[in-house]
């Protein structure tokens, strides 16, 4: 195991904490705009790319960066409105009721953002061919010198992680794809990441 794996493990740790105390109907809320967060910033990250794309150079950087905004915004818009419709229904189930069905949807919203953070690592990592960039040829060399070490390190942190071969395994028996999560690049990066891990247990 290495680091990454116990930040995705506290991920999945804080999830069942907080559906403890959020409930059944926050936790059922907050898992349906996760789900729509992932399907939404995986389908149009690409179309803001032209947005934000104009001050991050590498292609790669700018669809990362726009998958997390866009999540990250929608999951936000999911929480106000949960609060909401949680206060118009004032539903209180039963003590443990409750607490139970909390905790399970906050192991299936860990598992989630999990996903999301491993898809839009693997999206940065394995990206497709780059656009020409247009520029001085030492600063085009800095540029992509430091874009491919980080990438390495990165794919190599992904590739190292046994919690991300999980995620992928779960990934390949409920295909994202099937579900309209890992659409374009992004189905790409997974394949390439579940190829690389093949490679690396086959290695060991």
């Not at 947005?51 to 960066?65: F, K, P, R």
């Not at 999911?78 to 905790?103: E, M, Q």
């Not at 060399?141 to 980080?150: H, I, R």
């Not at 990934?171 to 999560?181: D, E, F, K, S, V």
Request: hydrophobic share 50%.
């Amino acid at each position: 195991m290495n680091f990454f794996d116990w930040i995705l493990i506290v991920l999945f740790g804080l999830g069942a904490l907080w559906g403890f105390r959020s409930g059944l109907i926050t936790g059922a809320l907050t898992v349906a705009s996760l789900y729509v967060a992932s399907l939404v910033s995986s389908q149009f990250s690409e179309r803001v790319v032209s947005i934000i794309g104009q001050n991050v150079e590498s292609e790669s950087i700018a669809t990362a960066l726009a998958y997390v905004v866009i999540y990250v915004g929608i999951f936000l818009a999911g929480r106000i409105l949960a609060k909401i419709i949680k206060t118009t229904l004032s539903i209180v189930f039963l003590g443990w009721v409750d607490k139970i069905g909390g905790i399970g949807l906050g192991l299936l919203a860990g598992l989630l953002i999990i996903g999301a953070v491993v898809g839009a690592g693997a999206r940065f990592a394995y990206p497709l061919e780059e656009k020409e960039y247009d520029g001085d040829m030492l600063e085009k060399f800095a540029m992509e010198f430091v874009a491919e070490g980080s990438r390495d390190f990165v794919g190599s942190t992904l590739e190292e992680s046994e919690v991300t071969n999980v995620v992928v395994d779960i990934y390949n028996t409920i295909p994202g794809g099937a579900l309209g999560m890992l659409p374009g690049d992004f189905s790409y990066a997974f394949n390439v990441l579940d190829e690389r891990i093949k490679l690396e247990n086959e290695e060991d």
